[in-house]
């Protein structure tokens, strides 16, 4: 499975900004997609994901009420809704997707399968 991320950029603060996340998978509605996001010498932190039905959605607590994942399985994209971006907010911010993936792994980076090649996000102060 091929994902391709994109819609990163140089923003300022308070801006908003569009991630998509793309595959040519013609099973990608089955998959659960997440977003993970990484600076230089850090961990990769957990952003958002949507299971493969699109009724449940997750965070993680830094982006809770700023940022909204959705899917469009009529064209195989996950997007990224970043509203109200902060200088924290600066990182390479990958999508991924897992076809199994349990509900307890949906924050762990280890638990899926399948990467995209990251896209830069940069807000600044």
């Known amino acids: 499975v091929q994902l391709q991320a994109s819609g990163g950029g140089l923003v300022q603060a308070g801006a908003s900004l569009r991630l998509s996340c793309a595959s040519s998978?013609?099973?990608?509605?089955?998959?659960?997609v997440g977003w993970f996001r990484q600076n230089p010498g850090k961990e990769r932190e957990f952003v958002a994901a949507i299971r493969w039905n699109s009724r449940h959605t997750y965070y993680g607590d830094p982006v809770k009420g700023r940022f909204t994942i959705s899917r469009d399985d009529a064209e195989n994209t996950v997007y990224l809704q970043m509203n109200s971006l902060k200088p924290e907010d600066t990182a390479v911010y990958y999508c991924?997707?897992?076809?199994?993936?349990?509900?307890?792994?949906?924050?762990?980076?280890?638990?899926?399968?399948?990467w995209g090649q990251g896209t830069l996000v940069t807000v600044s102060s």
């Open positions: 998978e013609r099973t990608f509605r089955g998959y659960t």
């Open positions: 991924t997707a897992d076809q199994h993936l349990i509900l307890s792994a949906t924050m762990a980076p280890d638990s899926y399968d399948y």
